[in-house]
């Protein structure tokens, strides 16, 4: 039995805590009852949003109580399987050139590695979506290698490109938009997470992606195809079951 | 030609919002929507529009715009304001009306609002609304995001806001009584989500204290200046989701309440949450106003949820019909108490 909490956010929205660190058997809770929850089409639930630890549950009050609505999460979190989560792998290309990597060669000092092993190392893992959140589109991505984990900038540029990839701590973000950023940026990605022409986001929560690295070449002719409206993106495959 | 409003002068920040755009919050989409939905219901309520239509939300400064249609009925509603009514927009003075009435404007007359008083927003409902295509089922402007309203931004001069109606219906002028929008002193707060985060004598400060709202308040939230609450041990949280009317606490220890804008998630612990019938009184709260918070429970929340909705669903009874009509010079003389003998009912 998985131990949890029910908070109140005000009287429309619940929050269901299952610890309060970033790791991947909470978010696997917390995505697999989501995913319960939204199945479920229970009357009375608005939205579910899915962070790195909790699951925040808005709800209409004068439908669904918070009692009512609290026995009903406790009755999927019976019977949750992590196992179960359901999610896409989607295969990213980054151009980590220095043209684009602003901090790549800064990064390279204080992880004492080389550029080179800097992108080799960022690029390995199979990266988790743990979360959407701050942008539209906008994937928290974990986790990066410890080694790399870095923190954010003593001055914070008030300005990096839609596309740009970053070390947010443990986390990789690519920012869909063009967005103040204190973090160290490694790369760009030249898929748009965020379509803005059918307002929809590339990446969900459960999520699993691999970084590809590209060329400035090969960079430049995937950016005009994507600019052009003609650059289809389609996840690798489909998942269940790999998040914990 | 198509019905336009054309806009002189901005204001200080005029978006068109509605009730916003739900359901987007996983993907890292913000609500927004009008800061005080109550105020923004009556102006469109005044103009037959349904409740979510969108409509402009002018912030302490409102905007000038110029009819470019053959007529077309505006109303206005939220804090008090002089609203001017010119001949055209080069006129350099006109009839003055104040808020919660609708007004018909002819083709060339043009509208100019000044300083927006006694609460921060004011809102301008078109009867129709606006011409623009809705972005995730809303037309809500969520200006960090890029999205909705109009090109995703706050209003420019020279924008020309096209009309979904080419002209006015034909029906006399309404005005909104009985309807109490000045904000309260005294905010009700369900405590948590993360007051474990603060000691009982923290929590007790801030329930007892009173706040400022500061002039580093928008739309995203509204910062308030007044005893800091210490935190038991730190100040960050693994993020975690967010809702209108959280109340966190930084580093600083003064307290932000997220507003309409806010981003879904954030990292500083929560106190407490303004509850959902609150929200619209907090919306109009302007800079420099004072306010406190008073926890309460679910249930009182729920029946204040109930009580709200009451309101909502009575603003249409609270309507009265401006009677004579409203040419505006016999507004004015009626004002002036000039009108005996000279009004003409037919004019």
């Not at chain 1, 004068?62 to 989560?85: C, F, G, Y």
């Not at chain 2, 198509?2 to 068109?16: K, Q, V, Y």
């Not at chain 2, 009730?19 to 939905?37: I, K, T």
């Not at chain 2, 089922?137 to 890029?146: E, H, I, Q, Y």
């Amino acid at each position: 039995m998985l131990d949890y909490r029910v908070l109140p956010a005000g009287d429309t929205a619940l929050v269901v805590e299952f610890g309060d660190r970033i790791d991947r058997t909470l978010s696997a809770a917390v995505l697999a009852l989501a995913q319960a929850l939204d199945a479920a089409h229970i009357a009375g639930i608005v939205e579910t949003v899915p962070t790195f630890r909790s699951l925040m549950i808005h709800y209409e009050p004068l439908v669904l109580s918070a009692t009512a609505l609290t026995a009903r999460v406790e009755e999927h979190v019976q019977k949750l399987r992590a196992r179960d989560v359901a999610g896409r792998v989607w295969h990213l290309p980054v151009c980590y050139d220095r043209r684009v990597a602003i901090d790549l060669d800064d990064v390279a000092r204080r992880t004492s590695l080389t550029p080179q092993q800097v992108v080799e190392r960022h690029c390995a893992p199979l990266y988790h979506v743990y979360m959407l959140g701050f942008l539209p589109g906008q994937a928290y991505m974990g986790d990066v290698a410890a080694e790399l984990a870095l923190e954010r900038l003593a001055t914070p540029r008030t300005s990096i490109p839609a596309g740009s990839l970053a070390i947010a701590g443990r986390m990789a973000c690519v920012f869909p938009l063009e967005t103040p950023c204190g973090w160290h940026v490694i790369g760009r990605c030249p898929i748009p997470l965020w379509d803005r022409a059918r307002a929809a986001a590339l990446l969900a929560p459960a999520d699993q992606v691999m970084f590809v690295p590209v060329s400035a070449r090969e960079y430049d002719t995937l950016q005009t195809r994507a600019a052009e409206g003609v650059l289809r993106v389609e996840p690798v495959s489909e998942t269940a079951g790999a998040v914990a | 030609m198509t019905a336009a409003l054309r806009i002189l002068s901005p204001g200080l920040s005029t978006t068109i919002q509605d009730l916003g755009r739900h359901r987007f919050q996983r993907w890292g989409v913000s609500v927004g929507g009008a800061l005080d939905p109550v105020a923004f219901q009556a102006a469109n309520a005044l103009v037959d529009n349904p409740a979510s239509a969108g409509a402009l939300e002018a912030m302490y400064c409102g905007p000038s715009f110029v009819v470019e249609a053959d007529d077309a009925r505006l109303a206005f509603a939220g804090g008090d304001a002089a609203i001017e009514i010119l001949d055209n927009a080069d006129a350099a003075s006109g009839e003055t009306i104040a808020p919660m009435r609708s007004v018909r404007l002819r083709r060339g007359q043009a509208v100019r609002i000044g300083s927006i008083r006694n609460g921060a927003t004011l809102y301008i409902a078109v009867q129709g609304g606006f011409a623009v295509e809705p972005v995730l089922g809303s037309v809500a402007t969520d200006s960090r995001g890029r999205i909705g309203g109009w090109h995703g931004r706050a209003l420019r001069e020279g924008d020309t806001l096209p009309l979904a109606r080419a002209a006015a219906s034909e029906r006399d002028e309404c005005r909104l009584d009985g309807f109490d929008l000045a904000p309260p002193r005294r905010f009700r707060v369900v405590l948590g989500p993360q007051s474990d985060w603060f000691a009982a004598a923290e929590i007790e400060r801030f329930c007892a204290g009173e706040y400022t709202v500061s002039a580093g308040s928008n739309r995203m939230g509204m910062r308030l200046e007044g005893a800091p609450i210490r935190h038991r041990d730190g100040f960050n949280i693994v993020s975690d989701a967010i809702v209108t009317g959280s109340v966190q606490v930084p580093g600083s220890g003064q307290p932000i309440v997220l507003l309409a804008d806010h981003q879904t998630t954030g990292g500083y612990p929560k106190i407490a949450t303004v509850i959902s019938a609150d929200l619209p009184a907090l919306g109009r709260l302007p800079v420099g106003a004072k306010m406190s918070f008073t926890p309460v429970t679910l249930e009182q929340a729920a029946a204040a949820r109930r009580a709200l909705f009451a309101v909502l669903a009575g603003i249409r009874d609270n309507i009265v019909r401006l009677s004579p009509p409203p040419s505006l010079v016999a507004t004015r003389l009626l004002e002036c108490n000039l009108i005996s003998g000279v009004y003409d009912a037919a004019a």
